[in-house]
């Protein structure tokens, strides 16, 4: 069993090296999808293997045994591995669990002071102009989704400009980014190899809203310039809205840039192996940890002597 569970925490550490293949080869939407699958998963596989280990743990304390109804020594690794493990992964969840709930507790705090501040202003349509004297525009999620820009911004481009940042925060609100963001923002607490690939599913819904705006709008250049000169007007304002809502002015934008004055995304070679890869890492490490609990759980029934030793 040890085995099983050690490789859904061994295997988040082969992803960021297969995230940043991605990003170059998949399309932004593919990559956005397929990588965030990939770490949610990869999370939950991390958390059940550390759950597996603590529980194990426990039943060898004659304590937990007696309250499991163990009639028979609990069948596990070395009992000197044993213990130093259980002890780990208390640890480890202990710090997850303080990071997911003060992750949780912030961004919800910033998403309704977001809301209540959108809420203040007439909207014209889906667009809530704020004044403020901090460029800042971002998509925020909520019914009804809202586009929300400072006059700062707006003073800071052309009419043209505008509409092809309004296009980008459309589209992240109409392909849902905001949920995608947040898994990423969750799952990075999860495991620390994680934490690396938050940055690049952001790029990768950055990318995927720079296209659709540059189809929306019919002019890759003009997005590009938008972009950059939102970038540039926001660069010394500290934004306050959360984390997980997308902003055309957030990720590296210099290579957003270099991509939108590229030619629009064609398939690249080796797209499908990366995809396959990280798929592959997804699988392995689900039928592992769930493999695991359930030999775990055989070898309780065994030691509880509903099953022949």
Known sequence: MTALLLLPLLLPFAVPALARRALDRLAPVAALRVLTLTVVVLAGCSLAALGGFVLTGLLKLPVFAALGDLVHPLSTAP???VGPAAALSVGALAVSAGALGRSA???????????????????????????????????????????????????????????????????HNRGGHHYF????????????????VRGAIRLAAERAADEAAARAVGDRRLTARAI?????????????????????????????VRALLAAPHTP??????IAALLLACTAVSLVSSATGMIDFHHRVEVAQGEEPR
């Open 79 to 81: 009992g000197p591995l």
């Open 268 to 273: 690249r070679r080796a797209a499908g192996l």
């Open 181 to 196: 963001l947040a898994a990423a923002e969750l799952a990075a607490h999860c495991h620390p190899a994680l934490r690396p």
């Open 105 to 171: 507790l912030r961004e919800f705090r910033a998403f309704r002071s977001a809301r209540t501040e959108a809420g203040r202003r007439p909207a014209a349509g889906d667009l809530c102009v704020v004044d403020s004297p901090h460029p800042d525009a971002y998509a925020l999620p909520g019914r009804p989704h809202r586009i929300v820009v400072t006059t700062a911004m707006l003073r800071s481009l052309d009419a043209a400009e505008r509409e092809a940042l309004f296009a980008h925060e459309r589209a």
């Open 228 to 256: 950059a000169r939102a970038a540039l007007a926001a660069q010394e304002a500290g934004s306050t809205r959360p984390r997980f809502a997308p902003a055309a002015a957030s990720g590296p934008v210099p290579q957003r």
